[in-house]
């Protein structure tokens, strides 16, 4: 086995732990807000989260381990780097300094970011694109929950 196979799940794992820390200090807030009657549980979005995150890790093996050493494949990375790094900058807007309309923002740039990276993707792998979809789709959903939690608030 490859290095990579090992020190990619390592890190989206030490990721995961990270984001939830960064989270959890803000959930007795978010609980407090007036939420949409559709708003999932925190579970469902921690089982959901687990799942999305799971599809970053496989897809991005699959990137690394398909392409060429290229431009593209530096773009692609770099996408996975502002993913996560524009992940980070979310949950600390919206649970840290509870800034509900600027975190719209940064969920508005998450998403664009996810769609980039699947559009980069979708030439090296098909797969790859595909297992970044869940993100994508997701991080549309919660930009909107979260416009709506703006608006209820």
């Keep these: ?13 030490l990721g995961l732990m990270f984001i939830s820390i ?4 803000g959930i007795t807030w978010y609980e407090s807000l007036v939420l949409p009657s559709w708003h999932p549980s925190l579970f ?7 799942i999305i995150y799971l599809c970053l ?3 991005l ?13 530096t773009l692609i990375i770099a996408g996975f780097v502002a993913l996560a790094s524009v992940n980070v900058v979310w949950r600390a807007l919206f649970f840290s300094l509870q800034l509900i309309g600027v975190s719209i923002f940064a969920g508005l ?5 996810a769609l980039a990276l699947i559009l980069l993707t979708l030439p090296t792998s098909k797969k790859a694109a595909l297992l970044l979809l869940p993100y994508a789709l ?8 979260t416009y709506t939690v703006l608006l209820l608030n």
């Design 109 to 113: 740039a998450l998403s664009l970011i």
């Design 22 to 25: 960064l989270t959890s200090g």
């Design 44 to 50: 469902v979005i921690a089982v959901i989260w687990t």
């Design 57 to 59: 890790i496989w897809s």
């Design 61 to 73: 093996l699959t990137i690394w381990n398909k392409s060429t050493r290229d431009t593209r494949f």
């Design 1 to 13: 086995m490859k290095l990579n196979h090992f020190l990619i799940p390592y890190l989206g794992v």
């Design 138 to 145: 997701w991080v549309l959903f919660g930009t909107y929950l």
